[in-house]
């Protein structure tokens, strides 16, 4: 579905992307796991188009996406839940669920959405009214899938979604992801949570400095002797 | 033929909207002050608000999006005028438009129309020409450029069209009333009305069509709103046709109130909108609209109750009071700050 071939890219003089090549099955949660500043968001920035690679090819389902501009990669189907949630804060739970149906036509299939959605996430129900930057953090990650979601996107990236969440709402969230991939969502997710990425995903590749240095089946990962050195805090 | 009023003397248009009733309202003596003079000074104050409301919508429209100041948008009210002028002398050829109180509605109609679209179109060209450039530079960078754009438009119309103040044709009928001692007149009515009418259909614009949500998205958080699939640059685009058009709106209004117009006229008006602009919370579209009427209500009391020399001195002071204790102006959100 998605194959990312040996791309480099840079943020101004420094090269942050030094070959990468990962790829994406329909069906699939792929993670990326890896150190800070291993290229991890920047693979995924690139792949969404906010940023150009200055090497490499991405295609998505047999077409090149390099140069696309990043509002039409939403349009072809890849849509990015960033870092940080980047919820419109000024906005109401409802209307930021509706930006994320901004290309969509179909208003019967919005509001059939808009239900599932509250349907997914009960607490945002609660709170539609309110504005997104008043919510949790735990609720604002919520809302950020629910509103990727409103796009009825074919693959669905999401950018350290535990990041600065309590654990009890990390399980939330990874339950949520497990949820819609039995659906038939195809996720690639980048963690820092190495165990739990791991433990969710069908496939993962390790990064290091711009490079994969592993990559295999989330559960051979998880008992790679190096992986679980490295990244799961063992001795 | 027109009524035409031409403002003659040192307070032409360098001042921004002088109010005329002023002297008159001096000789009545300092010492009376009436319920009428209040009332009189805030029917004038509320004229020039809802000008300096319309000008100070492009102002936190441009800012709330690219974070920039169009100081070129003062121009954009200047040209809105010349435009409104030359559109109703077109007009004014045909019968039709001259000859009924219909024709008349729809001559204004179409010069508003005419004058908005124009200007619209200006304001986007200049976005690409002189702003889109530069987005990735340093922000000091379009800052400067607009101030040459806005040098540049004031010199063309100096150069190709007139260096003199010129008497701009008032087609409404010289009516005049009086409620309790206050009068009001036919432009101050118009003003008054289509101001609010404008400011209603932005907020509704902005907060109900998909685009307008758009905008605000972009404004809020400009990568998320391109990761929900929003063309910046279309965004940017419309910022860049409606500021404008509001801005010329407000041109024609002005030359109607003071029966002339000037190449620099938009200076001074342009200051105080952009003054509105932050009292009201730069980049508030809200903030913007209460923000030009408080300025325009407090001007006229000053105007009305100190002297007229004042009224610059309080409005200035009342935008350094917001700076130190609000800086982040009435209506304006604090920001959050990213960890």
New interface residues.
Partial sequence: MLKVDNIHTFYGQIEALKGISIEVNEGEIVTLIGANGAGKSTTLKTISGQLTPAEGTIEFEGESLIGTAAHLVTAKGIVQVPEGRRIFPRMSVLENLEMGAYLRKDKAGVLEDLDRAFELFPRLADRRAQKGGTLSGGEQQMLAMARAMMARPRLLMLDEPSMGLAPVIVDVIFDTIKKLNKEGMTILLVEQNAAMALQTANRGYVLEIGKVALEGPGKELLHNEQVRKTYLGEL | MPLTRVLVGARGSTKAFPLISLEQLEETGETQVSIATIGQQLVNGVTLGGMYALIALGYTLVYGILLMINFAHSEMFMGGAFVGLFAFGWLDNYEFFTGSGFGIALMFLMTFVISGVVIGLLGVLIERVAYRPLRHAPRLAPLISAIGMSIFLQQAVLLWITPRQVPFPNYLPAGSYEIAGISINNIQIMIIGSSIILLIILDTFVSKT?IG??M??VS??R??????????NRVIAVAFFIGPALGALAGIFSGMYYGSIKFDMGFIPGVKAFTAAVIGGIGNLRGAMVGGFLLGIIEALAAGFLSSGYKDVVAFAILILVLVFKPSGLLG?SV?E??
């Fill in positions: 998909r949500k758009a605000r998205a809020q958080d990568e998320a709103a391109t990761l929900m699939g929003v063309d910046i959100e959050v990213k960890v």
